[in-house]
């Protein structure tokens, strides 16, 4: 079964600082990877999206790494602002699932002064 | 560009009702996703159209249907309501899922049923 799982399931930081979010996947045969970030009652919005040659991409403060062999992708967020704090969504897509994404279940990030 | 519109924005119906929500994609992307979240849930995928066709459907009763018009607009629609039901209902356009695009999500309607 194509899963994906992140962690932690939440994490507080204060502003200024950095951190790091996981995504763990087990789907196959992968096809595409994406980050997204959603405020509190919006819809999610895309952050970066990387496919399996790709290791880094980066979008503003935002950097996502992807281990295509460990089946691993990470976001990092530098120089943390208030306005981060929202939930993180890694989704991930197998190779012909049309539609079908595995959405993991989020990394509520709190950003305090 | 317009972004992808879901209308209306908020919805309050009594159970038993049916409910029918909107979804504009952004111009050219031919696919349609719809999901729904609710407190706490991570995003459960409801169906997806592509030209007018369902190409892929999610682990939902048949309360829940959708379809989508020759301009790419698609429409969802619940019957016989539940409380459980109350949720933020999300569409998201692609121009296709199957390529590496990636989605583009609404602002949601967040339904409450009473």
């Known amino acids: 079964k194509n899963q994906v799982e992140q962690s932690p399931q939440s994490l507080i930081i204060l502003e200024g600082k950095n951190c790091t979010l996981q995504c763990n996947y087990t789907v196959s045969p992968f096809s595409n990877l994406r980050w997204y970030k959603q405020d509190t009652g919006r819809g999610p919005v895309s952050l970066t999206i990387?496919?399996?040659?790709?290791n880094t991409k980066s979008n503003g403060r935002y950097t996502a790494t992807l281990d295509a062999d460990t089946k691993q992708s990470s976001l990092h967020i530098t120089a943390s602002q208030l306005s981060d704090s929202a939930s993180y969504i890694c989704?991930?897509?197998?190779?012909?699932?049309?539609?079908?994404?595995?959405f993991g279940d989020g990394t509520t990030l709190t950003v305090k002064p | 560009k317009a972004g992808v519109t879901q209308t209306p924005r908020y919805l309050i119906k009594t159970r038993g009702q049916q409910v029918t929500l909107s979804c504009s994609p952004i111009?050219?992307?031919?696919?349609v996703s719809w999901y729904q979240q609710t407190p706490g849930q991570g995003l459960q995928f409801l169906f997806e159209?592509?030209?007018?066709?369902?190409?892929n459907k999610g682990n939902f009763p048949g309360r829940f249907s959708g379809r989508q018009f020759s301009n790419s607009r698609s429409e969802m629609n619940v019957s016989t309501l539940e409380l459980g039901d109350s949720a933020l209902y999300l569409c998201?356009?692609?121009?296709?899922?199957?390529?590496?695009?990636?989605?583009?999500f609404g602002s949601g309607t967040r339904l409450t049923v009473v």
């Open positions: 989704v991930v897509s197998g190779k012909g699932n049309a539609g079908k994404s595995t």
């Open positions: 998201a356009s692609s121009l296709d899922s199957r390529e590496n695009y990636g989605y583009t």
């Open positions: 159209y592509f030209s007018e066709t369902q190409r």
């Open positions: 111009s050219g992307h031919r696919s």
């Open positions: 990387m496919t399996f040659s790709e």
